[in-house]
């Protein structure tokens, strides 16, 4: 009777996905299940839902002393992706299906009680990993979406623990992933919202034909902010390997990814009571920040003097580097963090300096001190820094002053580009 069984995985380091080998042994002694391995508590609670997936599902749990073992040893694992290797490794071992298959498929999906496969986090670097060794990877349905970017390799969704157990069997074949029919009904915000404000656009226009970093100081209700979230909309469009970095990000993250984000590039608008691990990214098991969420676009800082100062000094190094290397006692990750900073501030404490209403009542010991609030480093890695005056009542009026709209304005900023690439070749 066979008593050892591998079954392939992956875990989740980073934006990487290397490779676990999930050992199952049944040795003789008194019933038990045991994990080792660097298990953090989801992959520990595992055998709880491993045992009554089987069992709900009409298989035989072995009544014997099971050892699973996640290799390599000193690589921690978290999730519940390792919940399938964890069950079909238990029903290779004891007899119950066989392991011709095991050896080139890879496996990752969260158990319910009930056997079905929930989708899980990290699809798409362990579908990329998995494509470059030329293995297949077996996934939950829910992981369809993500699955399907990936055009090399051969990726194959299953609904439940059964179907992937018939498809070792022989007897039932599983369906390869594919893009779903999604119609991307939202329309981006256009520049021709945003009325008069020359100097303003012109400036928008340069940082986005540049990929410069842009600062608008101006009083409140000046349009700092419909300009900002228009940066995105007329920046090129991503390429396939910058989609499928973005993606990549978004899949680890909290939120996950989303389909219909596919090639739009980001744009993070974080509130300025985040802290600076919320903004950079950290934790005991380091995840991505708003800067890392925001790679390939753009992350917009709102009333930027009232951010914390610690929070603004850590942009410094991925301002020039373009990723961010977050290390812990036991652990370290590093993320790509390539994006262009857009922020706003009030030219005051009180908001209303250069309103041109006269209701500004700020000494300049209040506006030194709330200037002084941006370091000089981090000011020097700005590169456009622009005023936004309030317009004119006149301006205001869409008839007679209508904007330039993204498309138009898009046009002369892919030209431009086209010069630069150009000039540098």
């Excluded at 035989?60 to 069950?87: C, N, Q, Y």
């Excluded at 060794?133 to 993500?146: A, F, I, K, Q």
């Excluded at 300009?227 to 995105?232: D, I, K």
Aim: contains cysteine.
């Amino acid at each position: 009777m066979v008593n050892l069984a591998r079954v392939r995985s992956r875990a989740c380091v980073g934006i990487n996905a290397p490779p676990i080998s999930v050992e199952v042994h049944l040795g003789g002694g008194l019933p038990s299940l045991s994990i080792v391995g660097l298990p953090e508590t989801a992959v520990r609670e595992s055998r709880d839902r491993v045992r009554a997936a089987l069992l709900n599902t009409g298989f035989e749990f072995p009544a014997r002393r099971i050892t699973i073992s996640l290799a390599p040893a000193e690589l921690p694992k978290e999730g519940g992706g390792l919940d399938l290797p964890i069950a079909l490794g238990i029903l290779a071992a004891s007899g119950q299906v066989p392991d011709a298959r095991l050896d080139d498929t890879e496996f990752l999906g969260e158990l319910s009680l009930g056997g079905k496969l929930r989708p899980v986090k990290g699809i798409l670097p362990a579908a990329v990993g998995t494509a470059m060794m030329d293995r297949t990877l077996v996934l939950p349905v829910g992981n369809e979406p993500e699955a399907s970017l990936i055009r090399k390799g051969s990726q194959l969704c299953a609904e439940s623990l059964l179907q992937v157990v018939e498809w070792l069997h022989g007897k039932e074949s599983l369906r390869a992933a594919r893009a779903p029919g999604f119609a991307d009904t939202e329309s981006p915000p256009d520049l021709s919202d945003v009325a008069g404000q020359a100097r303003p656009r012109r400036a928008l226009e340069v940082a986005a034909a540049g990929a410069h970093n842009l600062l608008m100081s101006g009083p409140p209700g000046t349009g700092k902010s419909m300009l900002a979230a228009r940066l995105p909309g007329i920046l090129p469009e991503l390429s396939e390997s910058e989609a499928l970095e973005t993606a990549t990000i978004a899949s680890i993250s909290q939120a996950g990814f989303e389909a219909r984000n596919w090639k739009k590039r980001p744009f993070r608008a974080p509130h300025h009571t985040c802290s600076g691990v919320a903004l950079v990214g950290g934790g005991s098991v380091p995840r991505p920040g708003e800067i890392s969420l925001a790679h390939n676009g753009v992350l917009f800082l709102d009333e930027l003097p009232e951010f914390d100062r610690h929070a603004l000094e850590v942009l410094r190094v991925p301002l020039e580097t373009g990723s961010i290397i977050i290390s812990r006692a036991a652990r370290q990750a590093e993320f790509p963090a390539r994006f262009q900073l857009v922020a706003a501030m009030n030219p005051c404490p009180c908001g209303m300096g250069g309103s041109g209403t006269g209701l500004c009542n700020c000494s300049r010991e209040q506006i030194q001190r709330y200037l002084h609030r941006i370091s000089g480093p981090l000011l020097d890695r700005i590169d456009i820094q622009v005023e936004v005056l309030r317009p004119a009542i006149s301006v205001l009026d869409f008839q007679d002053h209508p904007g330039e709209t993204t498309r138009k304005v898009k046009s002369r900023i892919l030209a431009a580009r086209v010069h630069q690439q150009q000039r540098l070749n």
